[in-house]
């Protein structure tokens, strides 16, 4: 991917630990690099959902496994107006994988106008909204 139109909006739903759906005996290290180059080649995004199935599969990995949030695109701080964070299942806890991207988004993306997440963040809903933000017009929301 070289680029995207301007106003882009992104799902992404990605499975790292299954091919075919079958899963794989150890997580596939391909899926997590071309994660993290298709998310550095972003460059006009606007919205970006990410499925509940791609959460729960990064929450699993180990934190050497994860994306490194700290190469992700300058999209976020220019461009970047709508995330929406999906999941199901169990409450989460404020050390997830999950609390820190919403802590990323909240934190680097000074154009977002609203971050959703699932009503599995309840418990740690004012933790979020006490996040410092880039954009200090910011709605912090939670939808099923």
Same mark, same amino acid.
């Not at 959460?55 to 300058?74: A, I, K």
């Not at 299942?89 to 802590?103: D, E, F, I, P, Y």
């Given at each position: +991917? %070289?680029?995207?139109?301007? &106003?882009?909006?992104?799902?992404?739903?990605?499975?790292? !630990?299954?091919?075919? !759906?079958?899963?794989?005996?150890?997580?596939?290290?391909?899926?997590?690099?071309?994660? !993290?180059?298709? #998310? *550095?080649?972003?460059?006009?995004?606007?919205? +970006?959902?990410?499925?509940?199935?791609?959460?729960?599969?990064?929450?699993? #990995?180990?934190? *050497?496994?994860?994306? %490194? #949030?700290? &190469?992700?695109?300058?999209?976020?701080?220019?461009?970047?107006?709508?995330?929406?964070?999906?999941?199901?299942?169990?409450?989460?806890?404020?050390?997830?994988?999950?609390?820190?991207?919403?802590?990323?988004?909240?934190?680097?993306?000074?154009?977002?106008?609203?971050? *959703?997440? &699932?009503?599995?963040?309840?418990?740690?809903? %004012?933790?979020?909204?006490?996040?410092?933000?880039?954009? *200090?017009?910011?709605?912090?929301? +939670?939808? %099923?």
């Amino acid at each position: +991917m %070289d680029s995207i139109g301007p &106003s882009a909006k992104v799902h992404i739903d990605v499975l790292f !630990g299954e091919e075919n !759906g079958e899963p794989l005996e150890t997580v596939d290290s391909s899926k997590i690099t071309m994660l !993290g180059k298709f #998310l *550095t080649g972003l460059s006009t995004v606007s919205e +970006m959902i990410i499925s509940a199935a791609t959460l729960n599969e990064y929450e699993l #990995l180990s934190e *050497t496994e994860q994306v %490194d #949030l700290s &190469s992700v695109p300058q999209c976020f701080q220019s461009s970047l107006e709508f995330v929406r964070l999906k999941t199901h299942g169990g409450v989460l806890r404020g050390t997830s994988s999950k609390m820190k991207l919403a802590k990323y988004f909240l934190e680097h993306a000074a154009a977002l106008r609203k971050l *959703t997440l &699932s009503s599995s963040f309840c418990n740690i809903i %004012d933790e979020i909204k006490s996040i410092p933000r880039s954009s *200090t017009g910011c709605e912090v929301v +939670m939808k %099923d």
